[in-house]
């Protein structure tokens, strides 16, 4: 019965899409237990390129179930769009399943989510815009919709008069935008119930049950450990739990039940938004890295920021997921370059922190205390074991297994799902 967890090390874009992508012909299901179509997940199958938002990448695994878990918020309009292109290029999605508590983004959580920001000026947190913040602030709230109110239509209405009662007040007065009606949105939620009702379930017995008969469930998180709302760069962050934890909650499955949890990392650091990161690069390195790596994101376009490979985050990242491997991805990207820096601890007014500072003022003050490593130059995109890499790539692999604080148990040397050097098994060792 291994259940294994996906979680991003670092500020999301790690690669997660391809490692979920290279374990889906071995799971029986794929559930996604955090957050909604603010996430971007690329999976490159024989040169052909998806990006997945609100559905688990492993929708492309034929032999997996996909499942929205109960920690998800649900676009109704974007998961429709998102099955119907899935649709149109040939996938089949009609095994997928959605948990019946699992939250609903309202059309008015997009609308605040978009006058948050502006009204946060310079502080803002360059969100996605997708209503995601606002939707988790109605759930932890208990003014959230959910997946199986559209199937009643009395109790529905009741919640969405509820939650835009204030919400209008909000709306009007603050921030000058129009009364949104209850009706309108009642009527845009119905129209999806008989779509939606096929697809519903109860996700945890569904999960726990094959469990129980020694299938192989994979939980892809989404978005990363330093975006997760107790554990990353608060108040940068999103709000979900990303972590391992949040995996545990977000899909039902008991924490004791976890039997792998996989940092993904890449051999390098970027970043999307706004929020602190000691080890950007703000010269033409960064560009290059940006260049090479082709560091855009996937849900917004935006040019994702760069920097160097950080080992004070990834033991963090460690400590707070319970990590039993790391899958270290796109270290071809480093390929050319004649001396690698690797952050080792952080300087924070003069003194040397080993650790993650404890305080957000403090993190804000970090700059990077570099180890250098020799580069390679020779094309490492064809090989599929560490003896295949050139001796400084492997030395820089045997660094960052040194200072991050888990062994390594793959490396991504290109997007494809064949171009992944397999150490340890991510399922069965
Ligand atoms: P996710 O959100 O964690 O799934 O990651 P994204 O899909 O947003 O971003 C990762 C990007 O890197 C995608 O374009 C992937 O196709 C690509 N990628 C993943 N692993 C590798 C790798 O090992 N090498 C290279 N060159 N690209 C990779
Ligand atoms: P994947 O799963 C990278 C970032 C946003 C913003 C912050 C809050 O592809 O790794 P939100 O819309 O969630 O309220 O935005 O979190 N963010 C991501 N950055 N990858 C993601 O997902 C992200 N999901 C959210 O850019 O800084
Ligand atoms: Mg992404």
Redesign the pocket.
Known sequence: MPAIVIV?AQW???????ATDLLGGRVDYVVKPNGGNN????V?IGGE?Y?LKLLP?GILSPNAIPIIGNGCVVNLEALFEEIEGLEARGADTSKLRISANAHLVAPYHQILDKVTERFLGKRAIGTTGRGIGPAYMDKVARLGIRVQDVFDESILRQKVEGSLRQKNELLVKVYNRRNVLVEEVVEYFLAFADRLRPLVVDSTYVLNTALDEGKVVLMEGGQATFLDVDHGTYPFVTSSNPTAGGASVGSGIGPTRITRCVG?IKAYTTRVGAGPFPTELFDDMGIYLQKT??EF??NTGRPRRCGWYDSVLARHASRVNGFTDYFV?????LTGLESIPVCVAYDVDGQRHDEMPMTQTDFHHATPIFEYFDGWTEDISGARSLADLPVNAQKYIEALERVSGTRISAI????DRE??IVINDLITS
């Open positions: 991003g999301g874009d790690e690669g997660k899409g391809k996430a971007g997940h690329t490159v390129k990006e990448a993904i790596g082709g994101g996937v991805t796109k270290l071809d990207v991504g040397v290109g997007p171009q992944t």
